[in-house]
T-cell receptor
């Protein structure tokens, strides 16, 4: 069974810092990895999707990388802003590309 | 487009009661799924569907039933609610799971007393 771990569980940084969130998974046979953002009391919003054949994806100040062989992904946020404060979750699918496994998330607080 | 909609937003049940959580999407997506999210944990897949008439179990299917009679709707049924089913439930949809992102509804917060 695929296990997804996210470290750290919580992170507090001052505005303007560059930061890295980590995601690791136990089974490298994935089809894709997705990063989501969740605001308190809300649903999930997709940030980036990296297919298994790709190494990274970028959107604005966000850059996600994937190292499938080592079972790791990182989400890099440049020049963090208070509006980036949210919980960030990663998810992978595995032996069955219709089944997704989520990490427990990293709760980010960006202080003004 | 409304995207993915869920009703109700909040619900309180007594142990043993039954209810249906509604989920609808207007994006003509073939794939739909249900997750539960418990404090300090990530989302766990309950059931999913790859098209009308086709459903399958996820990671935590016990105590839940689903059916998919149309492309748009994917209701989740609790036949006899238990306190362990207190959670926030999310519905999601996607066109193709190997290449496309998932779109999530706003969630239903369920409390079972």
């Amino acid at each position: 069974k695929q296990e997804v771990t996210q470290i750290p569980a919580a992170l507090s940084v001052p505005e303007g810092e560059n930061l890295v969130l980590n995601c690791s998974f136990t089974d490298s046979a994935i089809y894709n990895l997705q990063w989501f953002r969740q605001d308190p009391g809300k649903g999930l919003t997709s940030l980036l999707l990296i297919q298994s054949s790709q190494r990274e994806q970028t959107s604005g100040r966000l850059n996600a990388s994937l190292d499938k062989s080592s079972g790791r992904s990182t989400l890099y946020i440049a020049a963090s802003q208070p509006g980036d404060s949210a919980t960030y979750l990663c998810a992978v699918n595995g032996d069955n590309f219709n089944k997704f496994y989520f990490g427990s998330g990293t709760k980010l607080n960006v202080k003004p | 487009n409304a995207g993915v909609t869920q009703t109700p937003k909040f619900q309180v049940l007594k142990t043993g009661q039954s209810m249906t959580l509604q989920c609808a999407q207007d994006m003509n997506h073939e794939y739909m799924s249900w997750y539960r999210q418990d404090p300090g944990m990530g989302l766990r897949l309950i059931h999913y569907s790859v098209g009308a008439g086709i459903t399958d179990q996820g990671e935590v299917p016990n105590g839940y039933n689903v059916s998919r009679s149309t492309t748009e709707d994917f209701p989740l049924r609790l036949l006899s609610a238990a306190p362990s089913q207190t959670s926030v439930y999310f519905c999601a949809s996607s066109q193709q799971t190997d290449t496309d992102t998932q779109y999530f509804g706003p969630g239903t917060r369920l409390t079972v007393l």
